[in-house]
C-alpha cells in the first residue's frame, strides 16, 4: 500500500504570509493530486500536479496563490500564498494507485489551516 | 462537470442497526470511491467500483452504471463506525483528479 506522509498537520497562521505544505509519497507515482476542504463543505480539486510539467488548475485556482511543485516522482508541495481567512481548510494531497486488488486512491493526513 | 449529491447528510442510529448511505452523480464515470473521513481529517479509501458490487468485511458497496446510483452498506453497525462517508467520482481512468460529495455523517450510539 502507499503511504503518505503530509506535513505540517496543523498550523495557525497570520494574515498574508504564504505556508508551503509537503507530500512524500513512499513510491514513485505519475500524478499527484492537490485538494481543499473548507469548513463543512466537500473537497474540491486544487491542481494536479505532473513530475516535469506545469501543474494543471481547476478552474477558480490560480498559480500564483497556490504554486505548485514537484520535483520527482515522491514528491511535491503546494503553497498557499498571501493567505487570507477565507484560505482556512484542510488540504490534502492525493495519488492513484493500481494494485493486486484494483485500483484506489491514497490520500495524505491532511493538513488543517487556520488564517487569523 | 459531475455533480455529486450524497442523501443523507446526517445518520445517527443504534449499535447493530443496518446502515445504507446512497450517491447519485450525474455524468458518466470510470470509477465511483467510498471514502471514510474521520474528525482528524485523514481520509481512507474503501472501496472502489466500476460495476457490481464490492465486499469488505462488515461494508458492502454497490453501483448500478445505468441509474447512476451507488450505495454504501454497514452491517452489524459499531460506534467506531462512526464517521463522515464520502462519495467520490472519477471519469477519467484515474488521470483526473476526483468530484466529491458533501459526504455523510455518521453517528452509531452504544
Known amino acids: 500500500s502507499a503511504v503518505i506522509s503530509q506535513k505540517p498537520s496543523r498550523d495557525i497562521c497570520q494574515r498574508g504570509t504564504s505556508l508551503t505544505i509537503q507530500c512524500q509519497v513512499d513510491s514513485q507515482v505519475t500524478m499527484m493530486f492537490w485538494y481543499r476542504q473548507q469548513p463543512g463543505q466537500s473537497l474540491t480539486l486544487i491542481a494536479t500536479?505532473?513530475?516535469?510539467?506545469?501543474?494543471?488548475?481547476e478552474s477558480g485556482f490560480v498559480i500564483d496563490k497556490f504554486p505548485i511543485s514537484r520535483p520527482n516522482l515522491t514528491f511535491s508541495t503546494l503553497t498557499v500564498s498571501n493567505m487570507s481567512p477565507e484560505d482556512s481548510s484542510i488540504y490534502l494531497c492525493?495519488?492513484?494507485?493500481?494494485?493486486?486488488?484494483?485500483?484506489?486512491?491514497?490520500f495524505g493526513e491532511g493538513s488543517w489551516l487556520t488564517v487569523v | 462537470k459531475n455533480e455529486v449529491e450524497q442523501s443523507p447528510q446526517n445518520l445517527t442510529a443504534q449499535e447493530g442497526e443496518f446502515i445504507t448511505i446512497n450517491c447519485s452523480y450525474s455524468?458518466?464515470?470510470?470509477?465511483l470511491h467510498w471514502l471514510q473521513q474521520h474528525p482528524g481529517g485523514g481520509i481512507v479509501s474503501l472501496f472502489m467500483?466500476?460495476?457490481g458490487k464490492k465486499k469488505h468485511g462488515r461494508l458492502i458497496a454497490t453501483i448500478n452504471i445505468q441509474e447512476k446510483h451507488s450505495s454504501l452498506h454497514i452491517t452489524a453497525s459499531h460506534p467506531r463506525d462512526s464517521a463522515v462517508y464520502i462519495c467520490?467520482?472519477?471519469?477519467?481512468?484515474?488521470?483526473?483528479?476526483?468530484?466529491f460529495g458533501k459526504g455523510t455523517h455518521l453517528i452509531i450510539q452504544p
Open positions: 455524468v458518466g464515470i470510470s470509477a
Open positions: 467520490a467520482v472519477g471519469s477519467g481512468g484515474g488521470a483526473d483528479g476526483l468530484t
Open positions: 500536479a505532473n513530475q516535469g510539467s506545469e501543474a494543471t488548475y
Open positions: 492525493s495519488v492513484p494507485r493500481t494494485g493486486t486488488s484494483g485500483n484506489t486512491i491514497y
Open positions: 467500483l466500476s460495476s
